[in-house]
């Protein structure tokens, strides 16, 4: 069996993931090794391809796979793919993939298993399209109406991804796979930016990345991008 989590609101669905294996944890308590047990795309071929699966009395194996399309090439192609569709028709184990930031209409696996997918809601659009300068009274509203502490690493994560695509578009570059009327409104925002203000933005918001994963920042992300967006907007 295989439930697939994936989504833009990428914390939402971490969360969501961690939830599930937090109780399934809770239901079959460890008796000599974790019941969760990551494993790579190598492995989850290997897994395939053994006979059986070993189920004891007391626990039910379960496995986690991150990321999975990103390693496939061709949806219904591959060998990773083919591993996969054999171990959904699998009684004996349960596999969970999450697709980190990717849609349902971006991941390869979404016919393999049961689909849980976690959208951006409507307000952080709002907020992204606040997002030029001399418009900081609005875009701090819709900010502060929006941020929690849950929610401001998703904030980060949908501007940092927002903004890259402005610069893009601000560069003479269309993102791939975006739409007419998503161009056309891009086009629109970003024409409010000068280009290196719009580039050192993108840059301070990439830092804050990087002060997070390495531990150096005095700040949390919230008060970061409110720092941010008081200098450049």
Not at 9 to 19: G, K
Not at 168 to 184: D, F, N
Request: hydrophobic residues 40%; proline residues 4%; charged residues 20%.
């Amino acid at each position: 069996m295989i439930t697939v989590i994936c989504g833009e609101d990428s914390v939402a669905s971490r969360d969501y993931l961690n939830q599930a294996l937090k109780a399934h944890t809770e239901k079959n308590p460890p008796a000599g090794g974790p019941v969760v047990q990551s494993i790579t795309a190598a492995e989850a071929i290997d897994l395939s391809l053994q006979d059986s699966q070993p189920i004891s009395l007391f626990e039910t194996p379960v496995y986690l796979l991150e990321n999975a399309s990103k390693k496939i090439m061709r949806k219904g192609s591959g060998d990773l793919y083919k591993a996969l569709l054999i171990l959904s028709k699998s009684t004996e184990i349960t596999l969970y993939i999450w697709e980190s930031g990717m849609s349902k209409r971006d991941i390869k696996t979404a016919d393999l298993g049961t689909l849980k997918e976690f959208k951006p809601s409507s307000s952080i659009f709002t907020l992204l399209d606040q997002c030029y300068p001399s418009n900081l009274k609005r875009f701090v509203a819709d900010f502060y109406a929006l941020a929690t502490p849950t929610t401001e690493l998703f904030i980060h994560i949908m501007l940092t991804r927002h903004i890259r695509a402005l610069l893009a578009i601000r560069l003479g570059e269309i993102p791939p796979r975006m739409q007419s009327w998503q161009v056309g409104k891009l086009k629109a925002q970003a024409s409010r930016w000068e280009a290196k203000s719009l580039l050192d933005f993108y840059e301070k918001l990439l830092s804050i990345e990087v002060q997070l994963k390495t531990g150096m920042s005095v700040y949390s992300v919230g008060e970061s991008l409110t720092l941010l967006s008081c200098y450049f907007l």
